[in-house]
Every structure is written in structure tokens, then in C-alpha cells.
């Protein structure tokens, strides 16, 4: 949609000017970084609605950037690399990342994937009627507050960690394959997403089960996915 703000991160000046160039043609406003803690300080006061990401940036590096944007903001981030090896993909997804290219790219695909994650954030944004809770013995997930209680006490999930929480405990007993979870929560395919899959499942875990080694509310069905099985409380 014209009008928002996409802030791009990046020390190589050519493809700061590169990416400028396409992106204001088709309207959007840009602001720009050329390192990582400008990235940090200017999403704080210019609420871009959505980052490229160069993960190669000197000192604090894009990784170590965007982690640092998912303690507050689920901001969509869009990762550039000159690396393109299925494990940098896995890395720049695992931590908070919404999709990533490989340097060289071409600008058209990147404008393309620019759009798609704007759409998909306007999607999960967006919603509405009344206040819908998810509440289970020992686990409330909120819709619309995107806050998870278990055992009483408010759970730190990071905003994709909540994402796949919520679509399982949508749907109780219905099996996802690492396929499905990943095409639903970052729209991409890559070669990485059965590894970043299970690494946001293991953490989710960690956080709202007693025993995460025995899963009472997230179970893997072999070979096959994962599955949420627990009755809801009427």
C-alpha cells in the first residue's frame, strides 16, 4: 500500500540507492540505515512498516539487529545476505526474520516480496469483533491482546512464537506439516524451514510447558508435523 515506511539497513550505498529508487516508485516512503545501530535507534522513531536487512553489517551485525527489534516490535524484516547457504537462510529466519534474499537479487522479486509481507502483516493485523480467548487448563492465548498466560503467569513469546502457537491452538487436533507452518507464518519457501520450524516449537515449549521434554499442548506426530491436542474449556 503507498504511503508506508520502509526502512532499509544497509552499509553498500549503491544498493541503498537501488532499493530507494524502486521502492519510491511505487510510492513507498524511504528511510535509510547504514548500520546497525541506526537501524535500532531510527525503527524506534520512524515505526517503519517493514525492515531490509543487510545481515553483513559492521559491528552489530543484522542478526544481532533484529533480535534486538523482536524484544518490542513484530515489524515485518526482510534479510539481505551475500551469503545464501541453507543454514544463514535458517539463522536470519530463526531469529525473527520474515524472509531473506541472497545478494546479488533482482530488484523486481524484491519489490514483489516487499509487497507480500506487507499484505501478510496487514492480514494478521487485522482484527476484529469481539476480544477472543483461547482458554485451556493451565493456558490462555489471547487473539487479540497476542499475550499467553500459562499457569498464571504472563509468558515472553516473540511475535512469531506467538503466531504458531495461535494457529495450532485454533485448530486442536489438526496436523501441520514444518511445510504448512512455514509457507502460513513467513509466506517464503526455503530450504531452511524445517529447522526454523522446530527450533520456534522447542521454544515455545520451553516457555509455556511444565515438562518440554514431555509436551502436554504441542506434540510432533513423526514424519508428518505437529499438532495441538487439548480440549478447550467451554
Known sequence: M??????????????????SMYLQKEG????????????IEMTANCNPSLIIL????????????CQEIRKTLSTPILFLSCKGTPLDKSMGLTAGGDDYMSKPFDAVEL??????????NRILSNVSGAPKKLEFEDLIVDLNSHSVIAR???????????????????????IFSSEQIFQSLWGADSMGDHRTVMVHISNIRKKIELDPSNSKYIHTVKGVGYKFIYSQID
Do not use: H, W
Not at 54 to 65: C, S
Not at 152 to 174: C, G, R, W
Open 2 to 19: 503507498a504511503g508506508e515506511t520502509i526502512l532499509i539497513v544497509d552499509d553498500d550505498c549503491d544498493i541503498r540507492e537501488i532499493i
Open 28 to 39: 513507498y516512503i524511504v528511510q535509510v540505515a547504514t548500520n546497525g545501530y541506526e537501524a
Open 54 to 65: 543487510d545481515m553483513m553489517l559492521p559491528g552489530l551485525d543484522g542478526i544481532e539487529v
Open 111 to 120: 519489490l514483489a516480496r516487499v509487497k507480500a509481507q506487507l499484505r501478510r
Open 152 to 174: 498464571d503467569k504472563l509468558i515472553d513469546l516473540s511475535p512469531k512464537e506467538f503466531q504458531l502457537l495461535a494457529l495450532l491452538a485454533q485448530t486442536p487436533n489438526v
